[in-house]
């Protein structure tokens, strides 16, 4: 099932399960537990990021072909960093260009992962049990601040406004039993720039969801960024970056489009 998160004709937030662009159904109940879809169809008037996450878990270097792009050393452990939620950004709005990170952001295509129920100290064996379903993100990153101006931390140029694109809308578990197993891909103006496989990552959904628990515990609507493939702008010679005008989009097997504007900040 296909579910989004959107405004109706009067401007209400609901959850339904996608018809068409324009229609959907209605979903009553909770989505983190019971709920159910009626036969009520409404009007689409704009589409929303599938879920509010309380935290935004993300995931680097954990595509081999990205790693040795970089020039990187595979990791032995999950590399962890966080998106601050304000990087929330809906599908079609505008990515910001911050007036500090000019000439600097780059794209990211990510398989992200939804956590449907609260999960800790799970093992690899039952970690797909707690997820509730899967979307397209773009972990967009200023370049300079990731590397210099974040102290060496990642959080930073990760983590201006609307640099975590979501959707467009959220697939659940069922219709995809192997999320290491999907065709991953960006286009920038039309242009492919990324492309690969999600079979390609270093730590699997299984492995990454089981890593995250220990002793820590993933809440409902919780997201995981589970790395970017190789082909990032900032490997590229010369190096390619996010322009005001640009379009990109995000495009995951069995999952959809994720496309939005770049604009810069006024």
Same mark, same amino acid.
């Given at each position: 099932?296909?579910?989004?998160?959107?405004?109706?004709?009067?401007?209400?937030?609901?959850?339904?399960?996608?018809?068409?662009?324009?229609?959907?159904?209605?979903?009553?109940?909770?989505?983190?537990?019971?709920?159910? #879809?009626? +036969?009520?169809?409404?009007?689409?008037?704009?589409?929303?990021?599938?879920?509010?996450?309380?935290?935004?878990?993300? &995931?680097?270097?954990?595509?081999?072909?990205?790693?040795?792009?970089?020039?990187?050393?595979?990791?032995?452990?999950?590399?962890?960093?966080? $998106?601050?939620?304000?990087?929330?950004?809906?599908?079609?709005?505008?990515?910001?260009?911050? /007036? #500090?990170?000019?000439?600097?952001?780059?794209?990211?295509?990510?398989?992200?992962?939804? &956590?449907?129920?609260?999960? /800790?100290?799970?093992?690899?064996?039952?970690?797909?049990?707690?997820?509730?379903?899967?979307?397209?993100?773009?972990?967009?990153?200023?370049?300079?601040?990731?590397?210099?101006?974040?102290?060496?931390?990642?959080?930073?140029? /990760?983590?201006?406004?609307?640099?975590?694109?979501?959707?467009?809308?959220?697939?659940?578990?069922?219709?995809? %039993?192997?999320?290491?197993?999907?065709?991953?891909?960006?286009?920038?103006?039309?242009?492919?720039?990324? +492309?690969?496989?999600?079979?390609?990552?270093?730590?699997?959904?299984?492995?990454?969801?089981?890593?995250?628990?220990?002793?820590?515990?993933?809440?409902?609507?919780?997201?995981?960024?589970?790395?970017? %493939?190789?082909?990032?702008?900032?490997?590229?010679?010369?190096?390619?970056?996010?322009?005001?005008?640009?379009?990109?989009?995000?495009? &995951?097997?069995?999952?959809?489009?994720?496309?939005?504007?770049?604009? /810069?900040? $006024?």
């Amino acid at each position: 099932m296909n579910i989004i998160r959107f405004l109706d004709s009067t401007g209400q937030i609901s959850y339904g399960e996608r018809i068409d662009d324009q229609t959907a159904r209605l979903i009553n109940g909770d989505i983190w537990g019971t709920y159910e #879809v009626t +036969d009520t169809t409404t009007t689409i008037q704009k589409l929303l990021a599938p879920v509010v996450p309380p935290t935004i878990f993300c &995931i680097g270097l954990n595509y081999r072909a990205h790693a040795e792009e970089t020039g990187a050393k595979l990791p032995e452990h999950p590399v962890l960093f966080i $998106k601050a939620s304000n990087t929330l950004n809906n599908p079609k709005d505008p990515i910001i260009i911050p /007036k #500090v990170a000019t000439n600097e952001m780059d794209y990211e295509c990510e398989l992200a992962v939804i &956590i449907g129920k609260s999960a /800790k100290n799970v093992t690899e064996q039952d970690a797909l049990d707690y997820v509730l379903g899967y979307t397209c993100a773009n972990d967009v990153s200023a370049r300079r601040w990731q590397k210099d101006g974040g102290g060496k931390q990642w959080c930073r140029g /990760k983590s201006f406004d609307t640099f975590c694109p979501l959707g467009p809308h959220l697939v659940t578990k069922d219709q995809i %039993p192997n999320p290491n197993a999907l065709m991953i891909k960006t286009f920038l103006n039309g242009q492919t720039m990324q +492309d690969s496989n999600t079979s390609d990552m270093i730590f699997d959904v299984s492995t990454l969801i089981s890593f995250l628990s220990q002793s820590t515990t993933l809440l409902p609507g919780t997201v995981i960024l589970t790395g970017t %493939p190789s082909g990032v702008g900032f490997t590229r010679k010369p190096p390619v970056f996010l322009q005001d005008g640009d379009h990109v989009t995000i495009e &995951i097997e069995h999952i959809g489009a994720l496309s939005n504007p770049v604009q /810069k900040e $006024k």
